[in-house]
């Protein structure tokens, strides 16, 4: 059985390696220890400490690098599906450009594709918003990716995705202007964007000031 217990974790077991060190070295004499034996104790307590240290910097500078990552996926997913749609409703784009993008031309399995209608979006004071259509003909293994933007003339972005006819955002700032709009999406086919649904849109502060 061993004569010292070393705790599981390995903090705890540095310190435990630490102490055992500091008390050889204070007491080698007493203890009939040679030097050797001792710079044996604390060299090995010290790179234990270094090596420690250097993985725990290691595993945070790895959270950091995949949060980065997890954000530039989201840009570029939302930079790529805006574009996408633009090429494929180009005059120009016959099959073959198409496939060069990584775009499928032809027909949608399981039904037609279109875009939905009657989008309207619903703001809450609580920072959300709801968003509802109506299906409009699509079958229910249609996804439906909804994108929003912050100006009436800004870069559309992408909000999230669904299979239902309802999503919420939980982004909608109060009195913060939000338009929405939602593609139909199967089998790697997008449908044109449905109509625009706005939040605290330019009549929404005139209202504010009458109700005053």
Request: glycine fraction near 10%; proline fraction near 4%.
């Amino acid at each position: 059985m061993s004569s010292i217990t070393i705790p599981g974790a390995d903090l705890a077991a540095s310190a435990k390696f630490n102490t055992f060190a500091t008390g050889v070295t204070a007491n080698a004499a007493a203890l009939g220890l040679t030097v050797g034996q001792v710079e044996s104790a604390n060299d090995a307590a010290d790179d234990f400490a270094a090596k420690l240290l250097a993985a725990n910097n290691a595993k945070d500078a790895a959270k950091g690098a995949v949060s980065e990552k997890d954000k530039s996926r989201k840009t570029t997913t939302s930079t790529v599906r805006e574009l996408a749609q633009i090429v494929k409703n180009a005059p120009g784009a016959t099959p073959a450009i198409l496939a060069a993008c990584g775009l499928t031309p032809g027909s949608t399995p399981g039904g037609a594709l279109g875009p939905v209608s009657d989008v309207s979006a619903t703001a809450s004071a609580n920072g959300t918003a709801v968003i509802k259509f109506n299906r409009n003909g699509n079958s229910r293994n249609t996804t439906f990716l909804l994108q929003y933007r912050l100006s009436e003339s800004g870069a559309w972005q992408w909000l999230g995705t669904t299979t239902r006819t309802r999503f919420v955002d939980g982004g909608a700032a109060p009195g913060v202007f939000k338009m929405y709009r939602v593609i139909s999406q199967k089998a790697g086919v997008d449908s044109t964007p449905s109509n625009e649904a706005v939040i605290y849109g330019e009549g929404f502060f005139e209202d504010l000031s009458l109700a005053a």
